[in-house]
């Protein structure tokens, strides 16, 4: 019997989330629980900062991008996320969102209920290791946005960037060239530059062969380059 379309056996991300390590069977358990697939249409939310949490979020498909607003009206963008990602997690039931989580794309995510998550994660060993490994990669990832921060000047921040985003695309599945939401305002609210400074290395990337970023496509023309560009060892 082949399994239904949107069934979690038959789940087309399902080897890039927390699900990846279970069985078929252990699947079907979390197919009991989960409530839907919920399609999000460009530019709405998931998330929203200083809201309790509710149902938790595994993207399917699209890209999503989580920020916090700064108190004198700026944006701060965490982090660009990308199919297989698992959102909305909260330690405590009714804890407060600090950050908030919006479509770059039409993104569809599977939602899955706190309480039956909560409790699956208690009950199968498998996912409860999987969420921690997940969790930890997250962290690990933060780390490396902070020190690229921190560390890196605007040429090496924006390769960097780009190095980090093409690799994650492709790990996900996404075909080459990736197809890049991005405009320039959400790479300065990332990287803490301005759209301007944004334009000037971009084209300094392009004029040396590095990188072609034409139409909101992203083509690496020189790998090594680039890695060498972002200090990635």
Known sequence: MQPAPHSCVGCLV?????????TDAQLREVEATRLHDQLVPRGGHLLRSGERGGAFFTVKSGWVMLYSLLPDGG?????????????????ESG????????????????VLP??????????????????????????????????????????????????????????SGMAEPVSLPLTQEHIGDALGLTPVHV???????????????????????????LAQEALVA
């Open 14 to 22: 399902r080897h890039q989330t927390i699900c990846a390590p279970l």
């Open 75 to 91: 944006r701060q963008i965490h982090e660009f996320v990308l199919p297989g990602a698992f959102l909305g997690f909260q330690p």
């Open 95 to 110: 804890a407060v969102l600090a950050y908030s989580a919006e479509a770059l794309t039409d993104v569809t995510v599977c």
């Open 114 to 171: 706190r309480e039956g998550t909560v409790r699956l994660l208690r009950e199968v060993p498998e996912l409860a290791m999987s969420f921690a490994c997940t969790a930890w990669h997250a962290q690990a990832h933060a780390f490396q946005q902070q020190a690229s921060l921190g560390r890196r000047n605007a040429r090496e921040r924006i390769a960097h960037l780009l190095h980090d985003l093409q690799q994650r695309a492709r790990q």
């Open 199 to 225: 334009s000037r290395t971009l084209k300094a990337l392009r004029d040396d062969g590095i990188v072609s970023t034409s139409g909101h496509l992203l083509e690496v023309l020189d790998s090594a380059r």
